[in-house]
């Protein structure tokens, strides 16, 4: 495929379909990288004032993606731009990356300057959990929401016992269908990036989906999603963040209460109860350790706070 007279977006296309067909990342994360790849294809054709071909691609310079980095880091109204953190500036910089990789190995046609490039410094981010009284009065919460129904209570209630109780992402516990329901002993769940992982299921969270099945009014096939909005329509990660953040309210817990921070309080309770890391990172699929070794850092400050608030400083 080193085809010189190749376009840059053919080759970006390319890429692409490598990363779904042999790499089989997940669409989300597909879409992700074409969003990056596109912006940076379009800087690239207004810097050097026309269209690029895959030659061209082998002569970007490390000032070239700089200037891109720095415009992405500012923004652009009239493109649409919103400015970006050092964290996404530095998931930009590694989808650029990968891509110029790709055209390397496969294109024969390597970027040489852009190992001259350096991302942003990231100060490590700690993940924040809830504590355990929090995350009970959570679930306890669903069933005292005027509004809603009785069948559409059970269903919150499922949802984030499910996401507290085998450590889900929003993705991954809206991605159940009808024949998951009953829950059996382990669950097979797909994560990011297509890896495939095991969840047991506690019988606290087979009882929580199995009271939302008996009581949703919808009749639903075997490959439906299990979980339902009112008006029958899949149920979406927006309407598990929005009930939360009205359950949060109603508690009086801070804005960092989330569903994606039940995940986070599964990985700390666990490591709190004697867990192993490797354990953890198995329960939450996570590729690589020393990701999970946050959860360390985490339990750790509770130690320093519960300490601190016991034996205050005179």
């Known amino acids: ?27 989300n994360t597909l879409e992700a990288y074409g969003r990056i790849g596109r912006r940076y294809l379009a800087f690239l054709e207004r ?24 415009e992405r880091r500012q923004g652009s109204q009239e493109r649409g731009d919103h400015p970006l953190a050092a964290r996404s500036i530095s998931q930009t910089l590694s989808a650029i990356r990968a891509f110029h990789g790709f055209l390397d190995r496969r294109c024969a046609t390597p970027a040489p300057q852009l190992a001259l490039v350096r991302g942003p410094r990231i100060k490590p981010s700690l993940p924040r959990p809830v504590s355990e009284d929090q995350a009970r009065g959570l679930l306890q919460e669903t069933d005292a929401d005027p509004d809603a129904e009785a069948w559409e209570a059970a269903r919150d209630r499922a949802v984030l016992t499910l996401l507290y109780g085998c450590g889900l992402r929003i993705s991954e516990g809206l991605s159940l269908t009808r024949s998951d329901a009953p829950l059996p ?42 979980f339902r909005a009112r008006r029958g329509g899949p149920l979406t990660p927006r309407h598990v963040q929005a009930m939360v953040q009205r359950l949060r309210g109603r508690l009086g817990l801070p804005a960092t209460a989330t569903p994606h921070a039940l995940r986070h309080s599964f990985a700390t309770h666990l490591l709190g109860a004697g867990a192993d890391l490797r354990s953890i990172q198995e329960l939450l699929g996570h590729a690589s350790l020393s990701t999970t070794q946050k959860y ?10 519960a300490y601190s608030a016991a034996h205050p400083r005179s």
Not at 48 to 62: E, H, I, K
Not at 189 to 204: E, N, S, T, V, Y
Request: aromatic fraction near 2%.
């Open 296 to 305: 360390t850092a985490v339990d750790a400050q509770r130690l320093l706070d």
């Open 1 to 27: 495929m080193a085809d010189s007279q190749l376009t840059a977006d053919e080759a970006l296309a390319a890429w692409l379909e490598h990363l779904a067909h042999e790499r089989r990342l997940s669409p």
């Open 47 to 70: 810097h050097r004032g026309g269209p690029q071909r895959l030659a061209d691609l082998g002569t970007v310079t490390a000032a070239e993606v700089r200037a891109h980095l720095a």
């Open 185 to 226: 002993q382990t669950l097979r769940i797909i994560g990011k990036g297509g890896k495939a992982r095991l969840a047991p299921i506690l019988p606290a969270v087979r009882e929580a989906v199995d009271g939302y099945v008996a009581l949703q009014p919808f009749p639903l096939a075997p490959g439906d999603a299990l």
